[in-house]
């Protein structure tokens, strides 16, 4: 194990710090790029041909996850650090609850994030919601508007809260109070952050699962962008999820534009791609977002057929959706929150009435938008410990010695 630990950290040394993908900032959308469906048809052909039946699909999803933890260094078996939770703040909103929350998803490093929770008592569905790259037109560094922070995340999560579900968003690395370790928002930009941003959304579960009123059977997903990657990744590598929601994400034909999400070679894993990782969630209950504006344009005549065939190996074509809305732009806006709400109520047994109107309309009227302080962690009030990790070197030592077992 020593020996496999040094050969990941000499990669993680001398290739994670800068990535291979193009930064953030140039992944921003073009309307020139054109997303060929004759091209996808013929990707997702060729892959249904390795697996025409139940038993030949579960070894190929075998062997391409197996893949995927190689390449991105977790060790699933490993001796998992305890979390040592930190709970502060706690508010009291119109049918649902918000506190600032912290967990060690490493030792010495420290995963920040709300939790929502319903006012009502009793078992709930726990739900992750990853963030994505969406920014504001003025700033793209407002913290107002960044990763957890967005109005978009909030509205999300504590509608999700009001029907029901607890419900916690997480920074993913190196973006918000996680540059606090980190020490730079550019560390994001590299591959080791789709290695431990998976990990951290594998150990919020862990999370949510160590809270007495999270009910085991139903652990949900759901994210957009960058945020719909780590939807179908981490879904694809944990089977606690039982039902997820990608949005804006799933495609035969793009990858993704942050090294965050493609900055390592998973798609080499048997040349597979974001469909087909998307299908991994098979047979459990999917629901895909697109629109007419990004790569997923392409879903309803590629991807969806595609995923309905997977599912059908099962007998459960009925259990995965798709929602296109061929008018929309590549965001997590209402129009798509409003079909995951339905999503998740139907499959989880929330309560869809808590967030509607008179006419059965999605109404978040109710829900309060707070400022990105309200919601921080560490504070001068509640500082980080001493002995938490402070630079993104020191953070990936630390990975790669508790991935090895040592």
């Known amino acids: 194990m020593l020996k496999y630990f040094c050969i990941l950290l000499l990669i993680a040394l001398g290739f994670f710090k ?6 953030i900032e140039k992944s921003v959308l073009n309307p020139s790029l054109k997303y060929d469906s004759s091209e996808g048809q013929k990707k997702l052909a060729k892959l249904l041909s390795h697996y025409p039946d139940q038993k030949s699909w579960e070894l190929r999803k075998d062997s391409v996850r197996q893949c995927f933890l190689k390449t991105m260094g977790i060790n699933l078996a490993v001796k998992r650090n305890d979390l040592k939770p930190v709970f502060h703040s706690k508010r009291t909103m119109d049918g649902y609850t918000v506190e600032n929350v912290a967990f060690e998803s490493i030792p010495g490093y420290f995963v920040c994030g709300s939790l929502y929770k319903p006012l009502a008592k009793g078992k709930h569905p726990g739900i992750i919601c990853p963030h994505g790259h969406f920014y504001n037109n003025k700033d793209h560094f407002l913290q107002d508007e960044r990763g957890r922070y967005r109005p978009d ?16 968003d997480y920074d993913m690395y190196s973006y918000g109070e996680s540059t606090l370790q980190s020490g730079d928002f550019k560390y994001h930009e590299t591959g080791f952050a789709l290695s431990l941003q998976t990990w951290n959304s594998i150990r919020a579960i862990d999370f949510l699962l160590s809270l007495p009123d999270v009910d085991a059977k139903r652990i949900g997903v759901t994210g957009a962008s960058g945020g719909g990657t780590q939807t179908f990744i981490v879904t694809a590598l944990d089977n606690r999820i039982k039902a997820s929601c990608p949005v804006v994400m799933v495609s035969a034909t793009f990858s993704g534009g942050c090294p965050c999400e493609s900055g390592l070679p998973i798609h080499a894993c048997g040349q597979t791609n974001n469909a087909e990782i998307a299908a991994m969630a098979a047979p459990r209950p999917q629901l895909v977002v697109s629109d007419g504006s990004d790569w997923t344009k392409t879903v309803p005549e590629v991807e969806f057929p595609y995923l309905k065939k997977v599912y059908r190996l099962y007998g459960q074509s009925n259990r995965v959706e798709n929602v296109h809305l061929p008018n929309d732009h590549h965001d997590y806006g209402i129009s798509k929150r409003e079909p995951m709400y339905r999503f998740f109520a139907k499959n989880f047994g929330l309560d869809l009435k808590k967030i509607s109107d008179k006419d059965g309309g999605i109404d978040e009227s109710s829900i309060r ?11 001068k009030e509640f500082p980080m410990p001493a ?3 402070k630079t993104h070197d020191d953070i990936m030592k630390a990975f790669y010695l508790l991935q090895s077992g040592n």
Do not use: H
């Open 153 to 168: 995340m909030q509205y999300r999560c504590a509608g999700l809260a009001r029907m029901g579900a607890i419900v916690f």
């Open 18 to 23: 800068k990535g291979s993908g193009p930064s």
């Open 387 to 389: 002995y938490a990790l």
């Open 369 to 379: 938008i707070e400022k990105a302080a309200d919601q921080y962690v560490f504070t």
